[in-house]
């Protein structure tokens, strides 16, 4: 039995992994406020450090040192590109050029991280269908909200 192969073509960088997940802080606010109600000073202080850090991460936009898996487990370890268990630095606005050919199992997911000194983060996954077979170029979105990020993964399945 033949393996389907897919080629993973390109990835374009909409805007790199925040590093800031923007639930948890606004959830640490959102409990120092209701155990010290009484204090309106320190309670505003704190309801503000999730725009407070929207507004740091931005102006800090950082490039990701991405890298590709076939499961939905971090590790350079467990990565198909780059080759060599290395990262390829993408920021916002810029595209990489990938060219890899793998094996699919429908459906295939494929995961983006961003290697991170503190624990790689997940920064979005595809699914490639056997519907893509034949089709040509396919671009999906790959973003997860919690990081911010948001890329798109244009591959084709022969």
Not at 32 to 59: N, Y
């Amino acid at each position: 039995m033949t393996m389907t192969k897919a080629t993973i073509e390109n990835v374009f960088c909409v805007r790199p992994s925040s590093g800031t997940d923007f639930d948890v802080l606004t959830a640490l606010a959102n409990l120092a406020a209701s155990i010290v109600p009484d204090i309106l000073q320190l309670d505003e202080s704190i309801k503000s450090l999730p725009a407070v850090a929207a507004a740091i991460d931005t102006a800090g936009e950082f490039p990701d040192d991405l890298y590709f898996t076939k499961t939905p487990n971090a590790g350079l370890e467990n990565s198909f590109w780059p080759l060599g268990q290395q990262t390829v630095q993408v920021e916002t606005g810029a595209s990489a050029f990938v060219n890899r050919e793998i094996e699919v199992d429908f459906p295939q997911n494929v995961s983006l991280w961003d290697e991170d000194t503190f624990g790689d983060e997940h920064v979005g996954s595809i699914q490639i269908e056997e519907s893509d077979q034949g089709q040509g170029s396919v671009t999906r979105l790959a973003k997860n909200d919690a990081q911010g990020s948001a890329y798109y993964v244009t591959y084709r399945v022969d």
